[in-house]
C-alpha cells in the first residue's frame, strides 16, 4: 500500500500478542474445548470470531499473552503452543506459533526497527491465519469428552520468562514431555513474514487420538 506507515518492531509485538489471545478463543471454539453456548461472536480483523464469556477463562488467558509479551519484545520466544489434553493429561493436539524474530540477534533490542508490513497488511494475514484456523475441522480427528488444555511457552536457547517467580506469575515451569504429542502427523497452517519478524503456524495431531497417558508408552 503506497504510503502506508511501516510497522516497528514493538508495533508488531503488540498486534502480534492481541492476535494470540484472539486465536487461543478461537481454538477452544472450534476445537470444542468447552460448549459452544459459553462462547460469544464478535468481530476481529474484520470477521467473526469467538469469545469465550467466563471471566476466569478470559482472566487466564489475556494474564498469559500480557506475561510472555516482555520476552517477546525482547525476541525470547521461540514458540508458543496451545495443547489440548484428555481427561488423562495426554497431549492430543499442539497447535503452534512458531516465532523467529530478529531482535535477539542483536544486542539492541530494536524497537524502532521496521517491519516491511503495515497495519492493515498485518492485519489481513491474522484475517487469513484465523480462517485457516476455523478450517481445523475439516483435516482433524474429533476430540473426546473431558478435554482441556495449556498455553506453553518454549523460549530461545535457556532464558528464563522475565516473570517466572513473580507473585501472582502466569508462568510456572514446564516439561516439554507433558506437552508432546504422540506420533505426530503435521499439518502446516500457514506463514507470514513481517521482516522483523517471521511466524508460522502448524498443528500436530496424535497418530491416534489416546486417552489415557499409559498410551503414550511404547
Same mark, same amino acid.
Given at each position: 500500500?503506497?504510503?502506508?506507515?511501516?510497522?516497528?518492531?514493538?508495533?508488531?509485538?503488540?498486534?502480534?500478542?492481541?492476535?494470540?489471545?484472539? /486465536?487461543?478463543?478461537?481454538? $477452544?471454539?472450534?476445537?470444542?474445548?468447552?460448549?459452544?453456548?459459553?462462547?460469544?461472536?464478535?468481530?476481529?480483523?474484520?470477521?467473526?470470531?469467538?469469545?469465550?464469556?467466563?471471566?476466569?477463562?478470559?482472566?487466564?488467558?489475556?494474564?498469559?499473552?500480557?506475561?510472555?509479551?516482555?520476552?517477546?519484545?525482547?525476541?525470547?520466544?521461540?514458540?508458543?503452543?496451545?495443547?489440548? $489434553?484428555?481427561?488423562?493429561?495426554?497431549?492430543?493436539?499442539?497447535?503452534?506459533? +512458531?516465532?523467529?524474530?530478529? /531482535?535477539?540477534?542483536?544486542?539492541?533490542?530494536?524497537?524502532?526497527?521496521?517491519?516491511?508490513?503495515?497495519?492493515?497488511?498485518?492485519?489481513?494475514?491474522?484475517? /487469513?491465519?484465523?480462517?485457516? $484456523?476455523?478450517?481445523?475441522?475439516?483435516? $482433524?480427528?474429533?476430540?473426546?469428552?473431558?478435554?482441556?488444555?495449556?498455553?506453553?511457552? +518454549?523460549?530461545?536457547?535457556?532464558?528464563?520468562?522475565?516473570?517466572?517467580?513473580?507473585?501472582?506469575?502466569?508462568?510456572?515451569?514446564?516439561?516439554?514431555?507433558?506437552?508432546?504429542?504422540?506420533?505426530?502427523?503435521?499439518?502446516?497452517?500457514?506463514?507470514?513474514?513481517?521482516?522483523?519478524?517471521?511466524?508460522?503456524?502448524?498443528?500436530?495431531?496424535?497418530?491416534?487420538?489416546?486417552?489415557?497417558?499409559?498410551?503414550?508408552? /511404547?
Amino acid at each position: 500500500m503506497a504510503g502506508a506507515q511501516m510497522l516497528n518492531y514493538v508495533e508488531i509485538v503488540d498486534v502480534l500478542c492481541e492476535f494470540f489471545e484472539v /486465536a487461543v478463543h478461537f481454538i $477452544l471454539y472450534h476445537r470444542g474445548v468447552y460448549p459452544a453456548d459459553l462462547f460469544e461472536t464478535c468481530r476481529k480483523y474484520g470477521i467473526a470470531v469467538k469469545r469465550s464469556r467466563h471471566p476466569d477463562l478470559n482472566s487466564y488467558i489475556s494474564e498469559a499473552v500480557a506475561a510472555m509479551k516482555p520476552d517477546m519484545e525482547k525476541g525470547l520466544v521461540k514458540k508458543i503452543h496451545i495443547v489440548i $489434553l484428555s481427561d488423562k493429561y495426554a497431549a492430543l493436539e499442539r497447535f503452534t506459533f +512458531e516465532i523467529k524474530s530478529l /531482535a535477539n540477534r542483536s544486542p539492541d533490542p530494536g524497537h524502532q526497527r521496521q517491519g516491511s508490513v503495515s497495519i492493515s497488511q498485518l492485519q489481513d494475514h491474522l484475517r /487469513a491465519f484465523l480462517m485457516k $484456523l476455523a478450517t481445523c475441522e475439516g483435516y $482433524l480427528s474429533n476430540l473426546p469428552q473431558g478435554i482441556t488444555f495449556r498455553i506453553h511457552v +518454549e523460549m530461545e536457547e535457556d532464558f528464563v520468562p522475565a516473570s517466572m517467580g513473580s507473585e501472582g506469575s502466569a508462568w510456572v515451569p514446564g516439561d516439554e514431555d507433558e506437552i508432546r504429542v504422540s506420533n505426530p502427523s503435521i499439518v502446516p497452517l500457514r506463514t507470514v513474514d513481517m521482516g522483523a519478524i517471521r511466524v508460522q503456524m502448524f498443528v500436530e495431531e496424535a497418530g491416534l487420538h489416546v486417552t489415557s497417558s499409559d498410551d503414550l508408552i /511404547a
